[in-house]
Structure formats: C-alpha cells, structure tokens
C-alpha cells in the first residue's frame, strides 16, 4: 500500500498509532522475544513522527507483552478448535491475524467505524478476514460475524475493557457465553491497587480522560456469578520465563515487569464458556 501522511495525530489516529509504536519499537529491539514485522512495515508506511512520542520503555515493552499473550492465548484456543472465528475487540492497527493464522480459522476485527475507516486506509484484508465497524457494546454486530458455534469463538480485546463500567461489560460477556458455548474471551485490565497506582499517574499528567474505571482483584468471584454458563475463570498472572531470562532486556526492566504482573497493574483475565 502506498505511504500514508499523518502529520499530526488525531485522538482516533493515537489509539492506533501508539500501541503500534510500541510493537514496532520492541520488534527492532528485541526481535527473539516480539517479533512483530507487520508492526515494524506499518510504522515505517506511516508519515508521522512517532520517533518523538518518548514513551518510556516499560510501557513499549507492556504494548508488546499485550500482543503476545493474547496472541498465544489464541494459538492454545486453535489447538482444540481449528477453525474457530477470532474476534479482536477494540482492534485499533493490531494486525495479531498474522502471526496467529493456522490457515483455517477465521479472523473479525472490530472497533468504532472511525477507527475502522483509518485502518483500511493501513493494511489490506487477509484471507479468511474481515473487519466491522461497530462498536463493542453494540451487541448487533454478534448478528453479522456469520461465526458457527460449532467451529468456535475466542474473542480478545487489548487495552480496552478497563475504561468501561461492568454495567457495560457484563451484558457483552454473556451474550458472547450464551451464542458460543465452548467459546472464551481473554482482556487485560488492572487490580483495584494497580488501577489507583495509574488513575494517580494520569491525574498528575493531566490526562483523566484515560482514567481506568474496571479493576479484577479476585476473578472468579467477580465473573463466575455473571452467568451460569461461565465454565471458568483464570488470572494469567505468570510472565513468560523467557522474557523474565531475557538478558537482552535490562533487569530492571525485566523485574518491573514481572513485578508489574503479579501486582495486577497488567493482567490478563481468560473466561471460558461453558459447553452445552
């Protein structure tokens, strides 16, 4: 595709470009533990200066620590179910479908038609995907995505849920266990210390708009009371042992992360839903 020209970044064009940057940035530096090329050829196709953005290393590092587990998330859900449909919630320039691709399974990204609109001026369609522009809440678009339950669903959604109520939550997840049984959703969010820790970040910087409004402490006891159909609840709180022995990675780096994770300020929730 033909470069494209942002000179300056648009709030909708941020929620795209930035997680973008991070990927691409850790892909350069790190390549063994992110390998993202699809990250590193978009960043370089878009005509603004993300160089000068100066997001701290950490939060480069969690944008891509994100993308991984959710993408292996995704493989492990493909062992059993080939040819299930991924949904990726809030999808922004996430272009996961590459590097989780089985060569049978279908692929949805969805996220409001403004975000949509932007991407499909970034990155051409894959075989077997599709893009929706709706948003999340909007339960309809459950009506278009022409999923079989019987193949199977797993939904992701990356930097997202946490800036919604669970008023908003709780009716998306159990629309999503009672169409596809044997199905899952995994999000990240934060614990209520770690939501604290950020929301207090943001107020410092001026930027309550970002502000964190879900946390997960104990997640079975939250979720499992949602639906009976909720077949289990699991905290990914164990960061993988080769990035924690990753000595390309500075140690402190390395035991922030790791700190970070088990401190709940990044977590990982998976919910399966029950088969019938």
């Known amino acids: 595709m033909q470069s494209i ?7 909708v064009m941020k929620t795209l470009v930035l997680p973008l940057y991070g990927r691409a940035e850790c892909a350069k530096k790190y390549p063994r533990l992110f390998p993202d090329p699809s990250a590193e050829r978009l960043v370089s ?7 000068s953005l100066h997001h701290a290393d ?4 969690t944008w891509a620590l994100r993308k991984r587990i959710l993408c292996e998330r995704v493989r492990n859900y493909l062992k059993a179910h080939p040819r299930a449909t991924v949904v990726n919630l809030g999808c922004g320039a996430d272009e996961s479908f590459s590097a989780v691709d089985n060569g049978s ?4 990204n969805l996220d409001l038609p403004e975000v949509i609109a932007e991407r499909e001026k970034m990155m051409q369609l894959r075989e077997r995907e599709s893009n929706i522009g709706m948003s999340a809440f909007d339960l309809h678009w459950l009506d278009r995505i022409e999923a079989d339950p019987a193949n199977g669903l797993f939904v992701i959604c990356g930097g ?3 800036y919604f109520a669970e008023e908003k939550l709780r009716p998306l997840f159990t629309a999503l266990a009672e169409r596809f ?4 959703i995994c999000f990240d969010t934060v614990s209520r210390a770690g939501m604290r820790k950020t929301n207090r970040m943001l107020e410092k910087t001026g ?12 997640a079975q006891a939250m979720f499992l009371p949602w639906f009976d159909r909720f077949a289990s609840v699991n905290i990914l709180e164990q960061m993988p042992d080769d990035i924690i022995h990753a ?7 390395r035991r922030m992360l790791e700190l970070g994770m088990k401190m709940g300020i990044v977590r990982f929730i998976e919910i399966r839903f029950r088969k019938l």
């Open 105 to 108: 399974c279908r692929w949805i």
């Open 247 to 253: 000595r390309e990675i500075p140690l402190l780096k």
């Open 58 to 61: 950490l939060t480069l590092l």
């Open 5 to 11: 020209q942002y000179p300056e970044l648009d709030p």
């Open 207 to 218: 930027n309550q708009d970002a502000e964190i409004v879900f946390a997960v402490d104990d």
């Open 160 to 162: 997202m849920l946490m």
């Open 45 to 51: 196709q878009i005509g603004c200066e993300v160089g």
């Open 181 to 184: 049984p044997d199905g899952g």
